[in-house]
């Protein structure tokens, strides 16, 4: 199983919006709405962020938010701050009964 | 407070085997299915097995099968992964994650695995 494909790094500045995307195939993005979305800081262990494409957990901010077209999903932060600085991962349910995970992209806030 | 503890890592020479351990705490264990993730050093997340509530349903990543064994007990609330055949490339951070494969929440704080002569 490929791990997802994620952009190495975005960038933004203070109260901008930024979006991460997460492409895979129809054997697991495509396939299931069942992408989720994980916030890791440095050395720290990672926290799910966004569950089934586009639901956040208790305690998330709104100015988190996910949707998905086709085989890509995709993560919007809005109004940017400080402490969003952080490593984020996609992960999808495949046609194979296991989970793949992208390979990270790295946030900074400018 | 739902609340994971990963145990078990070390250092291990190349060909040998580890037992990790994720006790848990904060919830009903026996209700959920649990995983094991781990990311080398730098490295992004790899999604290495599940394990269902009831210990029926088990799953691993290919590079994994034949070499990891992931087990349970919920009698103690607790899950377990039996690594053997160790290589070079299996040196990471293991963490253990609730989840049934669509998302995993919430995560172990991880243990160290270094794979080395």
């Known amino acids: 199983q490929s791990a997802l494909t994620q952009p190495a790094s975005v960038s933004g500045s203070p109260g901008q919006s930024i979006t991460i995307s997460c492409t895979g195939t129809?054997?697991?993005?495509?396939?299931?709405?069942?992408v989720s979305w994980y916030q890791q800081h440095t050395g720290k262990a990672p926290k799910l962020m966004i569950y089934e494409v586009s639901n956040r957990p208790s305690g998330v901010s709104n100015r988190f938010s996910g949707s998905k077209s086709g085989n890509t999903a995709s993560l919007n932060i809005s109004g940017l701050q400080a402490e969003d600085e952080a490593d984020y991962y996609c992960s999808s349910y495949t046609s194979s009964r296991t989970a793949v995970f992208g390979g990270g992209t790295k946030v900074t806030v400018l | 407070e739902v609340q994971l503890v990963d145990s078990g890592g070390g250092l291990v020479q190349p060909g040998g085997s580890l037992r990790l351990s994720c006790a848990a705490s904060?919830?009903?264990?026996?209700?959920?299915?649990m995983n094991w993730v781990r990311q080398a050093p730098g490295k992004g997340l790899e999604w290495v097995s599940y394990i269902s509530s009831n210990g029926r349903s088990i799953y691993y990543a290919d590079s994994m099968k034949g070499r990891f064994t992931i087990s349970r007990d919920n009698a103690k609330k607790s899950l377990y992964l039996q690594m053997n055949s160790l290589r070079d490339e299996d040196t990471a951070v293991y963490y253990c994650a609730r989840g049934d494969l669509t998302r995993f929440d919430p995560w172990g704080q991880g243990t160290l695995v270094t794979v080395s002569s």
């Open positions: 904060g919830f009903t264990f026996s209700s959920y299915g």
């Open positions: 129809s054997s697991d993005v495509g396939g299931y709405n069942y």
